[in-house]
């Protein structure tokens, strides 16, 4: 059984820096990608970070693209999310997932795996 346990969420002010974590266990994660979703109050989940397995191709959204680096564990079971210069913007909870496939940040496929989220704070 896949499990993805994320961590690092957290209240911080404007400008402030967090670091999101994810472990994976159950199986190895060979193929595809894995990567970071948010869901802000009222609004739909959406896309943030990926990082491929193969290769270590980052895609980022726009919205977040040169302020957040993903990065993953040697061992290719974690990944993580740094988050600088914090926006209220970024306000949400954060849910890791693996197992998708990705082409680009417009074009992000439906993850096999998803964590139970950790939720960001960001106060103006």
């Known amino acids: 059984q896949v499990q993805l346990v994320e961590s690092g969420g957290g209240l911080v002010q404007a400008g402030g820096s967090l670091r999101l974590s994810c472990a994976a266990s159950?199986?190895?994660?060979?193929?595809?990608?894995m990567g970071w979703f948010r869901q802000a109050p009222g609004k739909e989940r959406e896309f943030v970070a990926a990082i491929r397995w193969s290769g270590g191709s980052t895609y980022y959204a726009d919205s977040v693209k040169g302020r957040f680096t993903i990065s993953r564990g040697n061992a290719k079971n974690a990944v993580y999310l740094q988050m600088p210069n914090l926006k209220p913007e970024d306000t949400a909870v954060y849910y890791c997932?693996?197992?998708?496939?990705?082409?680009?940040?417009?074009?992000?496929?439906?993850?096999?795996?998803w964590g139970k989220g950790t939720l960001v704070t960001v106060s103006s």
């Open positions: 997932a693996v197992d998708f496939g990705i082409t680009n940040a417009q074009d992000v496929g439906q993850p096999g795996y």
């Open positions: 159950g199986r190895t994660f060979n193929s595809y990608s």
